[in-house]
């Protein structure tokens, strides 16, 4: 049964960090993009961060641009989302998902696993 599960959420100043990490079990994840994408109350799910299967290519929402960085490590089946500078439209309820192909991609109808999400609040 394949499985994400997210963690490192939780509640943080403005300007403060946080770094997310989505740990897969049930297959390997190395031969697939994966990505972050975020839910905040009362909006539509929202594209974060996506990373190529080889961590050859990066994309950004232009809203994270320069503060976020995502990362993976196909050893070990994590991905991770280093988020600095946080603001308080930052918060959301953050999920990783796995894509169905090799290369990145901000189109959430490209991934196929989800995690179940964890709660990051920014205060200000």
């Known amino acids: 049964q394949v499985q994400l599960v997210e963690s490192g959420g939780g509640l943080v100043q403005a300007g403060g960090s946080l770094r997310l990490s989505c740990a897969a079990s049930g297959r390997t994840f190395s031969r697939n993009a994966m990505g972050w994408f975020r839910q905040a109350p009362g909006k539509e799910r929202e594209f974060v961060a996506a990373?190529?299967?080889?961590?050859?290519?990066?994309y950004y929402a232009d809203s994270v641009k320069g503060r976020f960085t995502i990362s993976r490590d196909n050893a070990k089946n994590t991905l991770s989302l280093q988020m600095n500078s946080l603001e308080p439209e930052d918060t959301a309820v953050y999920y990783c998902?796995?894509?169905?192909?090799?290369?990145?991609?901000?189109?959430?109808?490209?991934?196929?696993?989800w995690g179940q999400g964890t709660q990051v609040t920014v205060s200000s």
């Open positions: 990373i190529s299967w080889s961590s050859g290519s990066e």
């Open positions: 998902a796995t894509a169905r192909g090799t290369i990145a991609t901000i189109w959430a109808n490209r991934y196929d696993y």
